[in-house]
């Protein structure tokens, strides 16, 4: 309920820009890099595109996490990193070569193979592995929200329940659309419909 009071709050404190309802993710990311904007919601690995259209945006532009009701004390929502799996139906050799590849993946060497391929949109959840000094500072802001412990994972990760119409609910209550407390019921129904299409209780 707290989530779409705080949107419904944005709102109505005339926080968003004129024209919201209609701006596109490439007109968002040109407000912040050209100093119009203030704030953007995004995961960092967005920023490549950001990066691509406005270089100086490198440096420019940060991250933090947003504030719940303690803004003192507050963390960020996360992604997890990406998956390599290995089909089970995988035996002998092949499945000996899939453990090594795995292995290599989840090492220093297999993240710096990846840094040579592509810049690091956020940091890496292999322990061992550090990010280069040269990342942009969002990357960097981000990982010190790593660092302190700082981090949860987003619902999509701890539930298997997420209700689809969540982004479109979010949309109508940020809009003004919608009161939050409506928006928290069609979120109620929208959970219990995919609840029982997946055949949960």
């Known amino acids: 309920m707290n989530g779409f009071r705080h949107l419904e709050e944005v709102h109505g404190a ?25 704030h953007y919601p995004m995961l960092t690995f967005a920023l490549g595109g950001l990066y691509d ?18 803004a003192a004390d507050h963390g960020a929502t996360v ?22 590849f795995l292995d290599f993946v989840a090492s220093p060497e297999g993240c710096a193979a990846q840094t040579k391929a592509y810049e690091p949109t956020g940091p890496y959840f292999v322990a061992a592995c550090e990010l280069p000094e040269d990342v ?13 412990g ?18 479109q609910i979010c949309v109508e209550v940020g809009s003004g659309i919608t009161s939050a ?3 928290a019921r069609l979120y109620d129904q929208d959970v219990e419909k995919q609840a029982q299409q997946l055949g949960l209780p």
């Not at 406005?54 to 940060?62: K, L, N, S, V």
């Not at 942009?136 to 302190?148: I, K, M, N, S």
């Open 181 to 183: 407390e409506k928006g």
């Open 136 to 148: 942009p500072r969002a990357v960097r802001d981000l990982q010190d929200y790593v660092e302190a």
């Open 14 to 38: 005339g926080y968003l820009n004129q024209g919201f309802a209609s701006a596109k993710l490439a007109d968002g990311l040109a407000l912040l890099a050209e100093g119009e904007g203030a």
């Open 150 to 167: 700082n981090t949860t994972p987003a619902l999509e990760f701890l539930s298997p329940i997420k209700g689809p119409a969540l982004e």
């Open 79 to 100: 992604w997890t990193g990406g998956g390599v799996y290995v089909p089970k139906s995988t035996k002998g050799e092949k499945l000996e070569l899939a453990k090594e």
């Open 53 to 70: 259209a406005f270089p100086q945006a490198r440096e420019d532009i940060g991250f933090f996490g947003l504030p719940g009701e303690n």
